[in-house]
Nanobody
């Protein structure tokens, strides 16, 4: 059974930093591209960032480019999102997600974590 467990959320002041982690189990982590998706209060899901299976290619939504960094450790089956220069607009529940298709860089997400709340406020 695929399991994705996020951690690292919380309250942070504007301009601050936060690091999210996702512990993956139940599948061969190194075979799949992974991503982060967020949902702000009262809004729909927004794709934030994605990384290919080997970790060499990363992608970001324009609003977080230069501030967020996605990374993965295939030896430890973990996905991370380093968030710097946080803004109130970054307030959301952040979900770790796994692509459906093995080896693909793009495609639908087939598995999701339970989410972790990030609140950016003074």
């Amino acid at each position: 059974e695929v399991q994705l467990v996020e951690s690292g959320g919380g309250l942070v002041q504007p301009g601050g930093s936060q690091r999210l982690s996702c512990a993956a189990s139940g599948f061969t982590f190194s075979y799949y591209a992974m991503g982060w998706v967020r949902q702000a209060p009262g809004k729909g899901l927004e794709w934030v960032s994605q990384i290919n299976s080997g970790g060499g290619n990363t992608y970001y939504v324009d609003s977080v480019k230069g501030r967020f960094t996605i990374s993965r450790d295939n030896a430890k089956n973990t996905l991370s999102l380093q968030m710097n220069s946080l803004k109130p607009d970054d307030t959301a529940v952040y979900y770790c997600a796994k692509l459906t298709d093995v080896g693909a860089t793009w495609g639908p997400f087939g598995s999701w974590g339970q989410g972790t709340q990030v609140t950016v406020s003074s």
